[in-house]
T-cell receptor, first 117, second 114 residues
Framework: DQQVKQNSPSLSVQEGRISILNCDYT??????FLWYKKYPAEGPTFLIS?????DKNEDGRFTVFLNKSAKHLSLHIVPSQPGDSAVYFC????????????????FGKGTKLSVIP | ETGVTQTPRHLVMGMTNKKSLKCEQH?????MYWYKQSAKKPLELMFV???????ENNSVPSRFSPECPNSSHLFLHLHTLQPEDSALYLC?????????????FGPGTRLTVL
């Protein structure tokens, strides 16, 4: 059973518009969430994260929103650029439960974003 | 460049071969990880090492054997693999023990088992 779900395998957005990537999770023990971006032939690159004590975290064009009651998070990219075209992975961990880091990230299957010039 | 390097980048091997994947991190981290990414599947955690001690082994077959001689180096020894083991193998590292533990990935080794 998948604990982290990215239900849209792909998304196409026009350059300059907003990209919204969604992620749902089922494990209520998850308290730290991350987004990674992956280009072909490269490993995932850390993009942005959010802990469960927040509902929003912003870094330049990237904003992550967390809705704990709905067990849902989203990544907003605005404005979208052609260089943003990549696969985006959502990941989660029960990081704070042990107090020392849980070390295990659970990943979604990824959403392939295509930004059209 | 994330500070995590992996060699080789591509590997083709027969089912009777023995090979090793190497990972090195230059970030001063104390935890290292092996992940497997198969087509159309999420990244699957295989092994976790914290301060050179293996802390997790997620039901990985014994034909995969990890080794962590120090906190900067991690190996994955492969022997008598099956074609279904063909995948992208990713190494990651992190500074475990902090409240928010972000993992940084290497570029991966694309493994093909014939």
């Amino acid at each position: 059973d998948q604990q982290v779900k990215q239900n849209s395998p792909s998304l196409s957005v026009q350059e300059g518009r907003i990209s919204i990537l969604n992620c749902d999770y089922t494990n209520s023990m998850f308290d730290y969430f991350l987004w990674y971006k992956k280009y072909p032939a490269e490993g995932p690159t850390f993009l942005i994260s959010i802990s469960s004590i927040k509902d929003k975290n912003e870094d330049g064009r990237f904003t992550v929103f967390l809705n704990k009651s709905a067990k849902h998070l989203s990544l907003h990219i605005v404005p979208s650029q052609p260089g943003d075209s990549a696969v985006y992975f959502c990941a989660a961990s029960a990081n704070l439960v042990s107090g020392a880091g849980s070390y295990q990230l659970t990943f979604g299957k990824g959403t392939k974003l295509s930004v059209i010039p | 460049e994330t500070g995590v390097t992996q060699t080789p980048r591509h590997l083709v091997m027969g089912m009777t071969n023995k090979k090793s994947l190497k990972c090195e991190q230059h970030l001063g981290h104390n935890a290292m990880y092996w992940y497997k990414q198969s087509a159309k599947k999420p990244l699957e955690l295989m092994f976790v090492y914290n301060f050179k001690e293996q802390t997790e082994n997620n039901s990985v077959p014994s034909r995969f054997s990890p080794e962590c001689p120090n906190s900067s180096h991690l190996f994955l020894h492969l022997h008598t693999l099956q074609p279904e083991d063909s995948a992208l193998y990713l190494c990651a590292s992190s500074q475990a023990g902090l409240a928010l533990d972000t993992q940084y990935f290497g570029p991966g080794t694309r493994l093909t088992v014939l």
